[in-house]
């Protein structure tokens, strides 16, 4: 009897895990003991515990519950009284129900549609200090406005006399107005047959020179692009700069697309030569910001993200940073820029002399800036300034020595240059020259470059 009552047990376990609607087994299967408020030593039977749910998961815990339950049934009320061995019948049942349930159990993990599983993955948020925010914050705003700019030279194959275009060289610039001219370096696009612009999004365009000033080293492209894609980078002043403000560059150094690096003025008031021409560029901002070859026409912002500079040189004996850099000022910038987007050109004046290097002025033992040439056809030599040459017997005859331009003292050829690019086309000009032994004053109307005339 008590075999028989057991297999029908099993049978209904069983049944309840392969019904495809899982029912509740009865409670003669799932005995347990009641909760009673007051001692008794009689087991109660109360309403089954659970119902199977479709849930795969959670048909464990029933088993487990039966399991333990069923084990701890006593058999009789004599606890103290030797339960007669199992009947070989009973253990084939108990071994068949073992293997019925682990077969059950690995078809309804297998069988049961699972939800997809989602990993959590919980992280602490990154927190960052206020200076890197506003670090962070200025890359995110300016990178939209600072491109990429190739130098295709045409070179013809010794062999098959193809001409091809190949990259000479890479720099960066950015992006001026919603006109789509672009600001870089004249020794960027020097020698160029062919330019190429990517900006932020990695579109490339066909770019074309606008204008550029070998003097100052500045140059202006165009691109066709749509609106939405120009960014004008903010322009602000570097009249009022101080030694020690936060600087940040944006550039290209070594192919390397945005690249930000940070420091700070390390000095005001510098000059440097043009690669171009030689003429020097005064009032150069120096920065220790990491300035690398490809970070040439990239722009230099101020602590707002206003340009500030343009960076154009390093002096490094390898040729990599030193913490030495150089950005030509906004402000010199600015106007050359306009009048290269309105004429294509900058109408600068000049006096029309040669000059010699200051060197050899001081071996003289006299300050100024010699004259060594005056074209009869230029300013200068219409006015009436003398040139150096040599007398019939080949003695050398020094010329004109310029000490002052309109009372401002010329000690260099510097001097003179910043004297010069303060003044514009047709002014006249006061100029103190030490002419042999006695000084004189000849009034000079400047004149354009006999080319942009």
Not at 302 to 328: E, K, M, Q, R, W
Request: neutral net charge; proline residues 8%.
């Amino acid at each position: 009897m008590a075999a028989a009552a057991s297999a029908s047990a099993y049978s209904s376990l069983i049944s309840s895990f392969f019904s495809p609607t899982p029912s509740c087994p009865s409670s003669s299967v799932f005995p347990r003991f009641s909760s009673p408020k007051k001692q008794h030593n009689h087991l109660s039977f109360p309403k089954p515990l659970f119902c199977l749910p479709c849930n795969p998961n959670s048909l464990i815990t029933p088993l487990l519950s039966f399991l333990t339950t069923h084990n701890s049934l006593p058999r009789s009320s004599n606890a103290h009284k030797i339960s007669p061995p199992k009947s070989p019948l009973s253990s084939a049942i108990d071994s068949l129900f073992v293997l019925c349930t682990s077969l059950a159990l690995s078809f309804s993990l297998f069988a049961a549609d699972v939800g997809p599983a989602y990993a959590f993955v919980v992280t602490t948020p990154r927190k960052l200090q206020s200076d890197e925010l506003a670090t962070v914050s200025l890359f995110q705003e300016n990178t939209p406005s600072v491109v990429y700019i190739t130098n295709l030279a045409a070179k013809q194959d010794a062999f098959t006399l193809d001409v091809l275009e190949v990259p000479q060289g890479s720099g960066s610039g950015f992006i001026w107005d919603k006109e789509g001219h672009i600001v870089t370096n004249y020794h960027v696009i020097r020698g160029a047959s062919d330019l190429r612009v990517t900006v932020a999004d990695q579109t490339t365009y066909e770019a074309y020179v606008v204008g550029f000033d070998q003097d100052k080293d500045v140059a202006v492209l165009r691109i066709d692009a749509p609106k939405d894609k120009l960014r004008p980078i903010p322009l602000g002043i570097s009249s009022d700069l101080l030694v020690g403000q936060k600087v940040y560059a944006i550039g290209n150094p070594f192919g390397l697309d945005h690249t930000l690096t940070t420091g700070v003025i390390s000095g005001l008031r510098r000059e440097i030569s043009s690669a171009a021409t030689g003429r020097p560029i005064q009032d150069v901002i120096q920065t220790d910001a990491a300035i690398n070859p490809g970070n040439s026409g990239g722009p230099l912002l101020d602590s707002s993200g206003s340009l500030i500079g343009i960076n154009t040189a390093i002096y490094s004996p390898s040729g990599a940073s030193s913490g030495v850099g150089f950005s030509i000022p906004v402000d010199t910038v600015n106007g050359i820029v306009e009048q290269l987007v309105k004429f294509g050109k900058v109408t600068r004046p000049i006096l029309g002399i040669k000059f010699a290097p200051d060197q050899s002025v001081e071996q003289l033992g006299v300050s100024g800036v010699l004259v060594l040439d005056a074209p009869p056809s230029g300013p200068a030599g219409k006015a009436g300034l003398q040139p150096t040459k040599r007398d019939a017997y080949g003695r050398l005859i020094l010329g004109d020595i310029i000490t002052s331009v309109n009372g401002k003292k010329v000690t260099n050829g510097s001097d003179l240059y910043r004297i010069l690019d303060n003044c514009k086309v047709g002014d006249k000009i006061v100029v103190e020259v030490l002419r042999g032994d006695h000084k004189e004053k000849v009034p000079v109307v400047l004149e354009p470059k006999p080319d942009e005339s």
